[in-house]
């Protein structure tokens, strides 16, 4: 069984509360995933951009559905969310501290959708908080707007001020953490405060619970249509997420390896070892619509038709275009018109002919 494959023993008699290492490792988990999986996709998009491109753009909201998925299985199932329970830990409502509920129990309604909604809305609004001040970076170094237009004063002081928000944010679990290792806190995250649960570990009893559950999941028998039907749904959304936390347990260290061997720390390190030669040009513009972009002229942009201004090439392909109209294209698509590749801001890259 998936959901308790990942446990080896029973709590221990120590009591039922986890060492802050449990904790953070459970959090660091699901932190590991995302990046590897966004590098997976971003592989695939640039190796068949036309096939594979809408899900590097559409990355973050296809994550946040998986996520949903997975969270809502494993909180309805284990009382946990799937990092949780990789670690053999669940989610009790905080209370007066009598008996402690089983695993299958599940949590109340108040707690689960509040757990459910932390868990994927957060982390999905952090992330796009981060993106957006990373474009609006990108904007304020490469934009073309009027230095003294009220747009850029506006992301300027929001810029200016959202590293003391976030330094803020960080601070605020920092706090928490120290309070947990110190005894002071029952909880290792605000974020658990704010569903009103606590992490205690499970015992002998939740994991017979748990077997005992699935065995008479997978035994029941509908024989209603109406049943059937919310019977082959819901076996369906449980056999999605059960592939999902499946291929998670089992590639879990393979995903957080490849989050080190892609971190910006290791770089460097990765740059000498894969040295390679420059690619060739791509091969696939003569047969796809694209190509119907580029103009017979050398000095005519592919994209307005008319003789470039501010002559600007993408880094990622190479074609050559005018300033302004890569920069609206790139904002827009954020891939390269002629090739489809992936593409940023940052690869603007400005040319200076002889005669400028």
């Given at each position: 069984?998936?959901?308790?494959?990942?446990?080896?023993?029973?709590?221990?008699?120590?009591?039922?509360?986890?060492?802050?290492?449990?904790?953070?490792a459970?959090?660091?988990?699901?932190?590991?995933?995302?990046?590897a999986?966004?590098?997976?996709?971003?592989?695939?998009?640039?190796?068949?951009?036309?096939?594979?491109?809408?899900?590097?753009?559409?990355?973050?909201?296809?994550?946040?559905?998986?996520?949903?998925?997975?969270?809502?299985?494993?909180?309805?199932?284990?009382?946990a969310?799937?990092?949780?329970?990789?670690?053999?830990?669940?989610?009790?409502?905080?209370g007066?501290?009598?008996?402690?509920?089983?695993?299958?129990?599940?949590?109340?309604?108040?707690?689960h959708?509040?757990?459910?909604?932390?868990?994927v809305?957060?982390?999905?609004?952090?992330?796009k908080l981060?993106?957006?001040?990373?474009?609006l970076?990108?904007?304020?170094?490469?934009s073309?707007?009027p230095?003294?237009?009220?747009?850029?004063?506006?992301?300027?002081?929001?810029?200016?001020?959202?590293?003391?928000?976030?330094?803020t944010w960080?601070?605020?679990?920092?706090?928490q953490?120290?309070?947990?290792?110190?005894g002071?806190?029952?909880?290792?995250?605000?974020?658990?405060?704010?569903?009103?649960?606590?992490?205690?570990?499970?015992?002998?009893?939740?994991?017979?619970?748990?077997?005992?559950?699935?065995?008479?999941?997978t035994s029941?028998?509908?024989?209603?249509?109406?049943?059937r039907?919310?019977?082959?749904?819901?076996?369906?959304?449980?056999?999605?997420?059960?592939?999902?936390?499946?291929?998670?347990?089992?590639?879990?260290?393979?995903l957080?390896?490849?989050?080190?061997?892609?971190?910006?720390?290791?770089?460097?390190?990765?740059?000498?070892?894969?040295?390679?030669?420059?690619p060739?040009?791509?091969?696939?513009?003569?047969?796809?619509?694209?190509?119907?972009?580029?103009?017979?002229?050398?000095?005519?942009?592919?994209?307005?038709?008319?003789?470039?201004?501010?002559?600007?090439?993408?880094?990622?392909?190479?074609?050559?275009?005018?300033?302004?109209?890569?920069y609206?294209?790139?904002?827009?698509?954020?891939?390269?018109?002629?090739?489809?590749?992936?593409t940023?801001?940052?690869?603007?890259?400005?040319?200076?002919?002889?005669?400028?």
């Amino acid at each position: 069984m998936a959901e308790v494959g990942a446990h080896l023993t029973a709590a221990p008699a120590g009591g039922d509360r986890p060492s802050v290492f449990e904790a953070v490792a459970q959090d660091s988990l699901m932190a590991a995933v995302k990046p590897a999986l966004q590098h997976l996709v971003k592989v695939l998009a640039e190796s068949n951009p036309a096939r594979y491109g809408f899900l590097w753009r559409w990355f973050d909201e296809i994550y946040v559905l998986l996520d949903l998925l997975l969270q809502q299985h494993y909180l309805a199932r284990c009382s946990a969310s799937f990092s949780e329970n990789f670690y053999s830990l669940k989610r009790i409502p905080m209370g007066d501290g009598r008996q402690q509920p089983l695993a299958t129990a599940g949590l109340p309604k108040r707690q689960h959708w509040k757990s459910l909604l932390l868990l994927v809305l957060v982390p999905y609004l952090k992330g796009k908080l981060e993106k957006l001040v990373s474009s609006l970076r990108e904007e304020d170094e490469y934009s073309i707007h009027p230095p003294s237009s009220s747009w850029k004063r506006f992301y300027r002081a929001f810029l200016a001020a959202y590293p003391y928000v976030n330094m803020t944010w960080e601070g605020w679990f920092l706090i928490q953490q120290l309070c947990y290792i110190l005894g002071k806190a029952e909880h290792h995250s605000p974020m658990l405060k704010l569903a009103g649960v606590r992490l205690v570990r499970l015992t002998a009893e939740d994991i017979q619970a748990l077997e005992t559950k699935w065995a008479e999941t997978t035994s029941n028998q509908t024989h209603s249509f109406t049943s059937r039907v919310q019977s082959a749904l819901r076996k369906a959304l449980g056999g999605i997420a059960f592939s999902l936390s499946t291929g998670l347990s089992v590639s879990v260290f393979f995903l957080q390896f490849l989050d080190w061997w892609y971190s910006s720390e290791n770089q460097e390190t990765i740059k000498s070892l894969t040295a390679l030669p420059t690619p060739p040009p791509p091969v696939h513009l003569e047969q796809e619509p694209s190509s119907a972009l580029l103009p017979s002229l050398k000095s005519v942009c592919p994209l307005c038709r008319k003789v470039r201004v501010n002559a600007t090439a993408l880094a990622t392909s190479g074609f050559v275009f005018c300033y302004r109209c890569a920069y609206s294209y790139v904002k827009a698509h954020q891939c390269c018109p002629v090739t489809g590749y992936a593409t940023e801001l940052q690869h603007l890259v400005k040319l200076y002919s002889p005669e400028s």
